[in-house]
């Protein structure tokens, strides 16, 4: 167990629609790292949140949004869904930014149909 | 458990012997690689790490060898156990104060008893 928590474990939804995935990360940790991975394109980095702020982004799209919240909590929010989104969804967090070990939570299957 | 990729390279080994994972990175401008494990249904997890400056590293049965002059990462593991059967993969990143790392397809390690 890595410490970080992620809910939902699974979720299926339709295209066109909206969801929100949560991330909370091991105590004291205040950076929380996005991820996707896919059988297609594998893991790829999205964004990056320190203490709050946005620290780096990657290969996220605009549909996509993230934010970290006081309590250190973060949310992914993929809006406009479509059948390529279904994937993998990881989150990690470190103690501090740049090139910290990450501690990577269990995921959250997305499925969309 | 979940698959994390279709047509991997795989490398079979008997418990016991010594294994050795490859990865050919593409960025001449990267300056740190982080190996990463995922064992089926979790998420990844860190092995090891190797800055630019240096060109091996070891761990608890692991060693990072790096060849920066053929963009080339490899990791050894000692004495494989059926536990290390997993999928392996390397990241790269030009840290520059970011983390915006890129992601190897892996290898799936399979250790037979």
């Known amino acids: 167990d890595s410490g970080v928590t992620q809910t939902p474990k699974h979720l299926i939804t339709a295209t066109g629609q909206r969801v929100t995935l949560r991330c909370s990360p091991r105590?004291?940790?205040?950076?929380v790292y996005w991820y996707q991975q896919s059988l297609d394109q594998g893991l790829q980095f999205l964004i990056q949140?320190?203490?709050?702020?946005?620290?780096a982004k990657g290969n996220i799209l605009e549909r996509f949004s993230a934010q970290q919240f006081p309590d250190l909590h973060s949310e992914l929010n993929l809006s406009s869904l479509e059948l390529g989104d279904s994937a993998l969804y990881f989150c990690?967090?470190?103690?501090?930014?740049?090139?910290?070990?990450?501690?990577f939570g269990p995921g959250t299957r997305l499925t969309v149909l | 458990g979940e698959s994390v990729g279709l047509h991997l390279p795989t490398l079979s080994v008997q418990e016991g012997d010594n294994s050795i994972i490859n990865c050919a990175y593409s960025?001449?401008?990267?300056?740190?690689f982080i190996w990463y494990k995922q064992e089926s249904g979790k998420g990844p997890q860190f092995i090891i790490d190797i800055r630019s400056n240096m060109d091996k590293r070891q761990g608890q049965r692991v060693t990072v060898l790096l060849n920066k002059t053929v963009k080339h990462l490899s990791l050894q593991i000692a004495a494989t156990q059926p536990g290390d059967s997993a999928v392996y993969f390397c990241?790269?990143?030009?840290?520059?104060?970011?983390?915006?790392?890129?992601f190897g397809r892996g290898t799936s390690l399979i250790v037979h008893p």
């Open positions: 990241a790269e990143n030009v840290s520059g104060g970011s983390y915006i790392p890129t």
């Open positions: 990690a967090s470190s103690p501090r930014t740049g090139l910290d070990e990450q501690f």
């Open positions: 960025n001449s401008a990267s300056d740190y």
């Open positions: 949140y320190y203490n709050g702020e946005e620290r």
């Open positions: 105590s004291g940790d205040l950076s």
